[in-house]
């Protein structure tokens, strides 16, 4: 089925460690997006790449990196974990500025 | 700077009512609202976009409805199904090239 899929679904990490979350869309996109949700918060936005070889920070960037790799995929990096990271991270896709599709999810805990 | 709230943080309803979810937002100025869908342990799914010169849409028992004046949306759920719960959670765009402003969701209940 055509949409977003993002790996891993689980993670446990360590504190200091890095991790990269992998996201793909089949969709022909030409916008992605990494956003973070944590408990009683709305979707806070990490950052977001609107075409291939271009990104930009969203409302919470630090201590994340990012990757555009191509259009269909788009890589989150955790350099150096932090239990302040321990969150559900969703990728999304979108054409325009409307039609948003959405992964189903990474759980991360930093122990 | 643009806040979005979504009052109550849960709710449960017995199959069957309508049921109004709420929405309110600080800055007039938005460009579009979005509803979306949450369910657990999968991603969101977009529901309905109000666009900021319109008042209403609808898609089968939903309806969403937006007031700009007085900052809120409102999301009607007709005849309530156990299928429907889920967290409800809206958005607003400050303008075309701006990003999404989230509220934390309302958690709906529909008990059969």
């Known amino acids: 089925n055509a949409g977003v899929t993002q790996t891993p679904k689980f993670q446990v990490l360590k504190t200091g460690q890095s991790m990269t979350l992998q996201c793909a869309q089949d969709?022909?996109?030409?916008?992605m997006y990494w956003y973070r949700q944590d408990p009683g918060m709305g979707l806070r936005l990490i950052y977001y790449?609107?075409?291939?070889?271009?990104?930009d920070k969203g409302e919470v960037p630090n201590g994340y990196n990012v990757s555009r790799l191509n259009k269909r995929e788009f890589s989150l990096r955790l350099e150096s974990a932090a239990p302040s990271q321990t969150s559900v991270y969703f990728c999304?896709?979108?054409?325009?500025?409307?039609?948003?599709?959405f992964g189903s999810g990474t759980r991360l805990t930093v122990v | 700077k643009q806040e979005v709230t979504q009052i109550p943080a849960a709710l449960s309803v017995p199959e069957g009512e309508n049921l109004v979810l709420n929405c309110s937002f600080t800055?007039?100025?938005?460009?579009?609202l979005q509803w979306f869908r949450q369910d657990p342990g999968k991603g969101l799914t977009s529901l309905l976009l109000?666009?900021?010169s319109q008042r209403e849409q609808t898609s089968g028992r939903l309806n969403a409805s937006l007031d700009k004046s007085s900052g809120r949306s409102t999301l009607y759920i007709a005849a309530s199904q156990p299928g429907d719960s889920a967290t409800y959670l809206c958005?607003?765009?400050?303008?075309?090239?701006?990003?999404?402003?989230w509220g934390a969701g309302t958690k709906l209940i529909i008990k059969p």
């Open positions: 999304a896709s979108s054409l325009d500025n409307y039609g948003y599709t």
């Open positions: 969709m022909n996109h030409n916008s």
């Open positions: 790449s609107a075409s291939e070889g271009t990104t």
């Open positions: 800055d007039s100025a938005i460009y579009n």
């Open positions: 109000i666009q900021s």
């Open positions: 958005a607003v765009r400050r303008g075309s090239n701006y990003q999404l402003i």
